[in-house]
């Protein structure tokens, strides 16, 4: 069973910067795409970033492209979401996932993800 865990979320104004974590358990981490989904109050869970197994391809969702970055850490099993100029539009719990396949490209349908962590809450104020 592999867990992750998320961190780093919190308070921040409009226009600032948070930097999100997700840590997963096993020691597949490296053969594995991941995401970040993220869900508001009374909508549904969307894609908001992934990366490649390898971290040599990431793809976003349009109204974050620019403004976050996600990469990962494969040596320490962590994978980053870097989220800049904020807006309140970005408050969301905030979710990383593991794809069900090995050395795939990564998807944005939750569908293709096996393991989710247990999210981590991002309000932005205006």
């Known amino acids: 069973q592999v867990q992750l865990v998320e961190s780093g979320g919190g308070l921040v104004q409009a226009g600032g910067s948070l930097r999100l974590s997700c840590v997963a358990s096993?020691?597949?981490?490296?053969?594995?795409?991941m995401g970040w989904f993220r869900q508001a109050p009374g909508k549904e869970r969307e894609f908001v970033a992934g990366?490649?197994?390898?971290?040599?391809?990431?793809y976003y969702e349009g109204s974050v492209k620019g403004r976050f970055t996600v990469s990962r850490d494969n040596a320490r099993n962590t994978m980053f979401l870097q989220m800049n100029s904020l807006k309140p539009e970005d408050t969301a719990v905030y979710y990383c996932?593991?794809?069900?396949?090995?050395?795939?490209?990564?998807?944005?349908?939750?569908?293709?993800?096996?393991?989710w962590g247990q999210g981590t809450q991002v309000t932005v104020s205006s």
């Open positions: 096993g020691r597949t981490f490296g053969v594995y795409s």
């Open positions: 990366i490649s197994w390898s971290g040599g391809d990431s």
């Open positions: 996932a593991r794809t069900k396949r090995t050395y795939y490209s990564g998807s944005n349908e939750p569908s293709d993800y096996e393991y």
